[in-house]
Each structure stands twice: as C-alpha cells, then as structure tokens.
C-alpha cells in the first residue's frame, strides 16, 4: 500500500511555465506595489514631523499663508533690511521640512536678504497630503505673502523643491532663480532607479523640469555636487543646455545630494545674488 499517491514527473516544459507564471505574478506585485506606494516615495512623511530650530525661530518669525484650495500652511519668514534688497523664497526636498534649510536661510539673512522658507501640505505639521498640484499652489501662496511685501523676488529650490520653483518661475514675475542639486523630472530619476518597471507611465507626479525651464527668462543659477549618487549631474548639464538667457551652471567638486551649499554652493549663490544687486544699482544710477 503506498503512503502518497503517485504523480507522473512532470517534463521540463511544465516546470519551465510553473516558473515564468510565479515570476510574472510577482512582477505584477511588485509593479502594483510600486504604484499604490509611490506617493511614499515621492513624500516620505514619516521623516517631515514637525522640528523646532532655535536659532531659526530666533531669526526669524512664524506666518501662516493660504493656498487657493483652503489650507492654512504655517512657514517662516524674515523681512528684507531695505526695500532694495530682494526676499529669497526656499522651497526644500523631499525627505525633510523647512529647518533643514535653516542654515543657508541663516546665511542670507545675515549677507542681508529677507527669507521665506516656504513649507508645503503634509510637511512640518501642516495640513493636508503633498501631491504635484497641490505643492504647486503651495508655492503660489508663499510667493503671493513674499511679493506682498518685497518688490524683488528670488526663487532657490532644492532637489524636490526645485520642481516646485521651477513651476512658479513659469507662472510669476520673479528677478532669479536658482537651483540646487535639481532633476530633469521626477521620472528620469525613477526610470533609472527602477529599470525594471515601465514608471514613465505609471508616475502620477512628474514636475517636468527640463519641459518648462526654457520658458523661463530670468536669470538663472544651477549648482549641484560631482558626487550626487540620487541625482547625476547629467541632470543639471541637461536643464542648463536647454535654459535660455542669462544662465549660470557651477559643479561643486566632490560635493554629494545634501552637502552641496557647505562644499562650494555658497560662494556661487552669494556672488549670483550680489551681481544681481549690481546691476540693479546700475539700472538705478543709468535711470537718474
């Protein structure tokens, strides 16, 4: 009497489509996967709670804006010494909130220029969920407190939050924009990150850099670090060659994602700020 029934042996061919069929079922997991959790990539709010920066509150004063959909949005802002000097809005990346920029808001109040760290939806404690649009009328609402009370406006985004510049530099009068470390799109860095997966068309958010910047007539500075391993300089070479204009690009040797303004960014921005200055001065003393 057998204990186990007895199956014929399979052949190689059923064994080979057993195979293909469980390695398709788990692409198809693991692309719906990473469909359904691609807002945590983009947003990963888990590291955005709200941090509390002494010498940031010190400087500087907390305001709240209202976005167009009706969100009250708690930022930080500091007025500019004069009415000559511009207020310099910064939009952050993605894996952290408005005090991790505080030490380049810092330095620019000091060298003189009013600031606003903007914060968007879902970040810092603020209400709501981050998603393109949204983000985009975030920055509205910033821009629209700044220009209340600046006449110069200069846009600074970093990584993420050189997307959402990028958009309003599109839409408003600005005098520069300058961006940190940004992506063609948000795509191009998830189709190389992901090779596997078709993300071109299944990404939701793509804040299409490379598609808008030449809209742009502003002056502009880009600067990103040689070793930046999650965006490629290729990236800032590519926004750089299609930018029209009056246009800067600055490689900060051997600077990676999140050093880049303490290993050489600084001296680039302080002396593209600075030239703008100068050549208001001259537009002032041509006038008279």
Request: charged share 20%; net charge neutral.
């Amino acid at each position: 009497m057998r204990l186990f029934p007895h199956y014929p042996p399979r052949s190689m061919m059923e064994l080979l489509g057993l195979l293909l069929a469980a390695i398709a079922l788990a692409y198809l997991a693991a692309l719906g996967a990473l469909y359904w959790l691609q807002g945590r990539l983009v947003y990963p709010l888990e590291q955005t709670q709200t941090i509390v920066d002494a010498t940031l509150d010190a400087h500087t004063q907390s305001i709240s804006v209202r976005t167009q959909d009706g969100l009250d949005l708690i930022a930080r802002y500091r007025a500019p010494p004069d009415a000559a000097s511009p207020t310099i809005l910064l939009f952050h990346g993605n894996g952290e909130d408005l005090t991790q920029r505080a030490h380049i808001a810092l330095e620019l109040i000091e060298a003189g220029y009013g600031v606003l760290l903007a914060e968007y939806r879902g970040y810092g404690g603020n209400p709501g969920k981050p998603h393109e649009a949204g983000l985009y009328a975030d920055a509205r609402a910033a821009y629209a407190y700044a220009a209340e009370r600046s006449r110069s406006i200069v846009l600074h985004g970093y990584s993420l939050g050189s997307g959402v510049a990028v958009q309003l530099a599109s839409e408003c009068r600005i005098d520069a924009l300058i961006l940190e470390a940004p992506f063609t799109s948000i795509v191009d860095v998830a189709a190389a990150r992901f090779r596997l997966f078709p993300v071109r068309y299944l990404a939701r958010d793509r804040y299409d850099n490379l598609a808008k910047i030449a809209s742009i007539h502003a002056p502009l500075l880009i600067y990103g670090g040689t070793r930046d391993f999650v965006i490629p300089p290729a990236h800032f070479q590519r926004l750089f060659d299609a930018a029209k204009g009056d246009k800067h690009l600055a490689f900060i040797e051997g600077a990676d994602h999140i050093d880049v303004w303490t290993k050489g960014g600084r001296t680039h921005v302080m002396q593209f700020l600075a030239s703008l200055k100068a050549r208001d001065r001259q537009k002032v003393h041509g006038a008279d």
